[in-house]
């Protein structure tokens, strides 16, 4: 049972603490009290939150981190034009 707690327990830290845009984003997974984390975050900063927040959790002994960043894409226009022609 205790897998089940630390699961519920990272989830309502990872929703308040990273964000609910990059919550949706994240998996996370717990077996014998080793975390696992995966899917996609928009920055570093939000890579290391989300495996600090789950080192914080009660019972967990070993994190493993698979997030991935993925840069947002901007679309940035000039004159009219997109970003390669300015």
């Known amino acids: ?4 707690e630390i ?31 995966s899917g ?8 290391a939150k989300a495996e600090s927040l789950a080192r914080a959790v009660p ?5 493993v981190n698979n997030l991935q960043v993925v840069s947002r894409k901007v679309s940035i226009e000039c004159c009219g034009q997109s970003s390669s022609y300015c």
């Open 1 to 4: 049972m205790h897998d089940l």
């Open 7 to 37: 699961t519920t327990q990272l989830k309502s830290k990872l929703a308040a603490g990273v964000g609910l845009s990059s919550m949706t984003n994240i998996s996370v997974n717990s077996t014998n009290g080793v975390v696992t984390l």
């Open 40 to 47: 996609q975050v928009d920055s570093e900063e939000a890579k």
């Open 59 to 63: 019972k967990v002994l070993r994190v």
